[in-house]
C-alpha cells in the first residue's frame, strides 16, 4: 500500500529531526532512520494497527509508536493508500491534526 505524508507531518519530521541534531551529533540522522522502518512496518499491514484513542469517536485515525523515538506516526487509510497525518510528539496537545484528514476539506 503507498504511505504518502501530509506537508504538515513532513514538517514535523524535520523539525524533529533537526532538534535531535542539536542535541548530539547524528541523532537526527537516526530520527529519520526510525521513522523510515516505522512507515515500512506501517505500509507492510495499516489495518492492524490500533486506533488512536484520544481520537473523536467518529474518526478512524490508527497509530503506531517509534520504537526509540517518543513519537507516534498518526494516519488514515483513505481508499488505497496511507496518508500520514502527523508525527506527533507523545506529548504534544492530543487531535491538534484533526483538520489534515481528507474528510476535513
Known amino acids: 500500500m503507498n504511505v504518502r505524508l501530509h506537508d504538515e507531518a513532513v514538517i514535523e ?15 537526527g540522522r537516526e530520527f529519520h ?3 523510515k522502518r516505522t512507515l515500512r512496518m ?7 494497527l490500533p486506533l488512536l484513542e484520544t481520537a473523536p469517536r467518529n474518526v ?19 481508499q488505497n493508500e496511507v496518508v500520514v497525518l502527523a508525527v506527533a510528539h507523545g506529548s ?3 487531535n491538534y491534526w484533526l ?3 481528507a474528510s476535513a476539506n
Open 92 to 94: 504534544r496537545r492530543p
Open 33 to 35: 532512520q526510525e521513522l
Open 60 to 78: 478512524e485515525v490508527r497509530r503506531v509508536l517509534m520504537a526509540r523515538f517518543p513519537y507516534k506516526i498518526i494516519f488514515e487509510i483513505v
Open 99 to 101: 483538520g489534515r484528514r
Open 13 to 27: 519530521s524535520e523539525e524533529a529531526a533537526r532538534w535531535y541534531s542539536q542535541q548530539k551529533r547524528g541523532l
Open 42 to 48: 506501517l505500509r507492510a499491514n495499516p489495518g492492524r
